[in-house]
């Protein structure tokens, strides 16, 4: 991920480094190259006028062309911007990374998406984490009676990672699956519980309807929200949609091995408030990273 962005910004400051001693104007031209590879990331725009105006004026604060190196003072500034956008920084309040379980057992889970954004496969990368990481019991299972494959497709996953699923009942609904599945799970003394919701082609109606009657029924620690970075500002639009209609505790972003830009990685915070938790870096199992503002930005100025 970021490959693009950050070829490109290492040859600003590759350029800003042979000049030495910097010009009010080399500062401007410097921010100036800033916003365009931003754009050429598929940064939204909003966040992309941020980031450049606070580059700006952190840089004439700080007065860098006075400074002894000014170059690094103008890559520290923009590094601190970038981890501000992905949702960290100094005195910026931080969840610890990955997903929380701080609450009575069995802790529910909520995975929310459209279909095709990696929810499935996720809920397996989670399932796997917590059984061999944080030694945990886990309970996998579908409310997906749309398609007929997806809990067959959970089952099949759950076996690869090693934990049980809820065994299938035809004719059930979400919501009573979900209360089965709960049910399960206090008499069996599981620690967690992850629901792996139906997910749609595109955002409707119903599937909200949906997700926020599970949402409802099952009051889930965490409500995570997987999009596919791949798909860019959509993936944006679709986290702002689901926080605003069902709300959510956090974001997976998936496919994040297949993506050179980073847009919506980057615009991810500010345009829906909702922090990036995890990242999906592939399709087997063992392919799922904490996310961490700070490693990630250290990525994209490599
Ligand atoms: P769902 O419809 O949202 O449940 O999506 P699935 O979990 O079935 O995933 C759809 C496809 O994306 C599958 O072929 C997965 O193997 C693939 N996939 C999921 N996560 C990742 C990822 O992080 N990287 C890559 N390269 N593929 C992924």
């Known amino acids: 991920m970021f490959e693009a962005l950050s070829g490109k910004l290492n040859g600003v400051f590759d350029r800003l480094r042979r000049r030495g001693a910097l010009t009010e104007a080399d500062v401007a031209e410097a921010s100036r190259e800033v916003r365009i590879a931003l754009l050429e990331a598929d940064v939204a725009l ?44 100094e005195g910026v309040e931080q969840a610890p990374p990955g997903i929380s379980l701080q609450a009575a057992s069995p802790v529910p889970i909520l995975m929310i998406g459209l279909q095709g954004s990696g929810k499935t496969t996720t809920s397996g990368k989670i399932a796997l984490r917590l059984r061999t990481r944080d030694k945990k019991k886990v309970l996998l299972a579908s409310l997906d009676v749309h398609r007929p494959a997806a809990q067959l497709q959970l089952e099949t996953l759950a076996k690869q990672a090693g934990v049980a699923s809820l065994p299938i009942v035809a004719g059930q609904t979400p919501l009573q699956i979900a209360a089965r599945a709960m049910e399960v799970a206090r008499g069996e003394l599981y620690d967690v519980v992850i629901l792996d919701t139906a997910g749609r082609l595109s955002i409707d109606e119903a599937l909200m309807d949906e997700v926020a009657a599970v949402k409802a029924a099952t009051r889930p620690h965490e409500s995570l929200l997987v999009v596919d970075a791949m798909t860019g500002q959509d993936a944006v639009q679709t986290a702002r949609a689901f926080n605003e209609r069902v709300g959510i505790t956090g974001i997976v972003m998936t496919r994040v091995d297949g993506d050179a830009r980073g847009g919506a990685a980057l615009s991810m915070r500010a345009v829906t408030g909702a922090p990036i938790k995890l990242l999906g870096a592939g399709e087997k199992l063992e392919a799922l990273e904490d996310f961490h503002p700070d490693r990630i930005a250290s990525r994209i100025l490599g």
């Open 46 to 89: 909003p966040v992309v006028k941020d980031i450049v105006s606070k580059v700006r004026e952190r840089a004439v604060g700080a007065n860098v062309i006075k400074s002894v190196s000014p170059a690094q003072q103008v890559i520290k500034i923009v590094n601190d911007c970038l981890v501000e956008a992905l949702g960290g920084g």
